[in-house]
C-alpha cells in the first residue's frame, strides 16, 4: 500500500509498508511472542477491591488517568504496588490526548502548545478534556513523549508500552499545526477538506500518515532505549476496530502498524460502548450489539492473522455511557461471547478501569434513578466470565456455518466518512453493513479481508467468495488489484458490488494519472481481469474462477426492506460454483476445549431457540448449576462448560470459578488452592472431585454442607467471601 503517492510528492521506489513488509519478512513471527494472556489497565495503585489476578497491569499514565483524580501516588508508586502483588508491569498511555498539560501549557520546553489540537471548519478545537486536546502529533511532541512518558515508564519497571487509540476526527484538519504537516507532506498549500471529496481524500491521508509516523517514532525509541538498558520492549497499539473508527468518523493507521517490525500488536477495543452503534438492517435502524461484535473483532483478528501479530481482545462490563445495570450485563455477555467465536485468539484485556466498574455508581434499572455499586450477582458473573479467559485455549475448531466467505475492507473506509460531497451518503457505514449483515443474520460466518494484506497468501487462504465495493472506501495501491485478479484467475469468485457514483471515484489518485486514465478505480481492476472496463451487471468467467458485478451499492441491501434478495443470490450461486450450498441459519456455535460458544440471532430465517442437551455448567448464571439442557432464544448468547469434553476427568481441578486459583496440591486423599479475587465479592466455584468429600475447609475451618455435591457430575460447589489475600480451600475425602 502505497501512502506517498500523489502529485509533488518525493516517493521512494516502492512504499513506505511495501518497504516495511520487507523488514518484516526478516523476523520470525515468534518475535512478537509474549506470555501475557490477561490483563487490564488502570490509572490506580494497587487496592484489594481492584485486585482482578490477571497476568498484567497497564498502569496508565505518568500522572494518572486524566478523567481520575482519585490516586495521589507517582507513577513509580503505583508501578511498584502492583509489582509487589505479582504483576507483570506494563504502561500505557493515550497518542492522541492524555496528561500532557506540561506540553501543552509550556512547562515542558517554554512554549506553550495549545495550537496543536486538532481543529473544525469552525476553528473549534476539539478537546478530550481540560487543557487537553486531541493532538495533531507534530515531531516535537513525539520527543516530549518519548522523554517525558516512555523513558520514565521503561525506567520504572515497564516492560511493555501500551500506546493506545491514535485518533484523529475527521471533521478536523484546520488548524494551522495541520496546514504545517500538509505543507511537509504534500510539498504544497494546504486545501480546505470541505471544498473537494479530493482535498478530504488527501487530508485524512495526511492524518492516517501522521499517526503512522508517531507510532514508528516512539516505538523505535522506546525499543532501542529499552535495548540499550538489557531490555526486550514490546509495544502494542489498542486501537478500535476499523469497523468502529470508519462509522465514528476517525481516521487511524490500523492495519498499516502491523507492517512496523517496531509493533508487537494490538488490542481490540471492542465493547459495548461501541458494538452498541445503530446501523441498518432490512430498513430497522437500531442497535445491534452482538453482530456488530462479531464484525468488529473479526475486523481486528483478521488484520493481525497473516502478519503473526499478537491480539488481544477487549470486553467492558459496563461502557462510558450511563446506563443501568441490566444493560450492562445484556450487552456484556452479547461483547464476551462475540470475542471467543475467534479460536485463533487466546489472549484478553479482561477489563479497563475496574475502578469504575467495581466502585461507580450507576442505575438499579432502567426506569430508576436510584444508583448503586455492582450487583453481587453481576460481579460474581463477571469474574467467573474472567476467570474463564485465563484458561480459554486456542482451537482448530471452526465455528459454525458456511465458511469461505469474505468482505473486503480496507483503512481508505475512514477517508470518505465526513464531509458528505455531492449529496452522497454512507448512512452509519450501511456500504460496508450492507455486505456483511445479509450473511451474519443468517448464521453464515463471514470473515473480513483487509487489502493492506492480500500480499500475504493467507489472506485469501480459504476464502470462497469475496465481496467488496468502491462506493465507501478506494484502493491506495494498483498492487492490490494484481493480487486480486490472481486470486480470481485461479478460481476465486469476486463479487462487486457498486454504481461507481460516489464522488470519490473522480479524485485525481493513481487511477487516474500519469499513465494511468480510468475515471473509477474498479475500471483498473477490470482491465486487469480482461474485462471492459465499465462492465455491466452480470457474470463473467476469469480464468478458473468466476466476477459478478452487481452495479448497486451495497447500503441498498440493508436501507431497503428484503433489498438484500439480488446480493444473496449471487452468494449462493457462487457458493455452489465451489460445490457447496450455502446453508443458513440462525445460530453459532464453537467449542474451545471444554467450552462452548453459542449465539441466536434475532431478525433471521426463524424465532427457533438453540437447545443443547447434556451436562453443563452455565458460566453465566453467578450460581454456576449443573444443567441438563441450556436453551438459547433469539438475542440471547451462552457461555457454558461441557462436562463430558473436561479433559483428565480424574484430575481434580477447579472447573469454573469466580477467584483465580494457584498454588494447587493433590494427593491421594486430598486436593487444596488458594483463591483470590477482588475483596467485598463473592467466592464460588464448581471443583471436579474424585467422590464426595468428607471435609471442606475454607482457611482450616469445616464447612461442608453435602446439598453442595452433585454426584452425576462429581462436582461440588464451594461458596465463601473472596479475599485479595488469599482463601485457603481443602478438600479432603
Known sequence: MTLLTNRKVKVVKGSMVAGSLALLAAFSFSAFADDVKTTMQTGRGWRPSIDTRCDAVMVYGIGGNPSDRSSNNSFEQRVKSWADHGYKIHYMTGIAWGEYKDYFTGQWD???????????????????????????????????????????????????????????????????????EWKEYYGTDWRPQHESPEATYLANKLKYHLYYRALNEVFTYAKEYGKSIGKDIKCYVPTHSLVNYSQWQIVSPEASLASLPCVDGYIAQVWTGTSREPNFYNGKYKERTFETAMLEYGSMASMTAP????????????????????????NYQATFTAQLLYPEVDAFEVMPWPERIYEGRYRVSANSDERARIPRFYSTQMQIMVNSLNKMPKTDSKLSGSDGIGVLMANSLMFQRFPEHDGYSDPQLANFYGMALPLLKRGVPVKTVHMENLSFPETLSGIKVLSMTYSNMKPLDPQAHTYLAEWVKNGGNLIFNGSDLDPFQNIEEWWSTGDNHFTAPSQHLFTLLGLDPNAKDGQYKVGKGTVSIIRKDPKEYIMNEGGEAPYLSEVEALYADKGAKLEYKNDFVLDRGPYTLMAVVDESISDKPLQRKGSFIDLFDPTLPVKNEIIVNPGQQALVIDLAKVADKKRPQVLAASFREDQE?????????????????????????????????????????????????????????????????????
Open 110 to 180: 517554554g512554549k506553550p502548545h495549545l495550537d496543536e489540537g486538532q481543529v473544525t471548519m469552525h476553528g473549534d478545537t476539539i478537546w478530550h478534556g481540560h487543557l487537553v486536546p486531541y493532538i495533531v502529533p507534530s515531531m516535537n511532541f513525539l520527543e516530549y513523549m518519548k522523554e517525558n512518558h516512555v523513558k520514565r515508564a521503561i525506567d520504572a519497571g515497564a516492560e511493555a508500552i501500551f500506546m493506545e487509540e491514535p485518533e484523529f476526527w475527521a471533521r478536523s484538519g484546520y488548524s494551522d499545526a495541520f496546514k504545517k
Open 307 to 330: 502478519t503473526g501479530r499478537k491480539m488481544f481482545f477487549l470486553t467492558d462490563p459496563i461502557e462510558d455511557r450511563a446506563k443501568d445495570w441490566d444493560d450492562y450485563k445484556r
Open 665 to 733: 496440591k493433590s494427593s491421594k486423599k486430598s486436593y487444596s488452592f488458594v483463591a483470590k479475587s477482588p475483596e467485598n465479592t463473592n467466592g464460588i466455584s464448581r471443583v471436579l472431585l474424585p467422590k464426595m468429600p468428607k471435609q471442606v475447609l475454607i482457611d482450616g475451618k469445616d464447612s461442608i454442607n453435602p446439598s453442595k455435591w452433585d454426584n452425576a457430575s462429581k462436582t461440588y460447589l464451594v461458596e465463601f467471601e473472596n479475599s485479595p489475600e488469599g482463601v485457603n480451600v481443602e478438600f479432603i475425602w
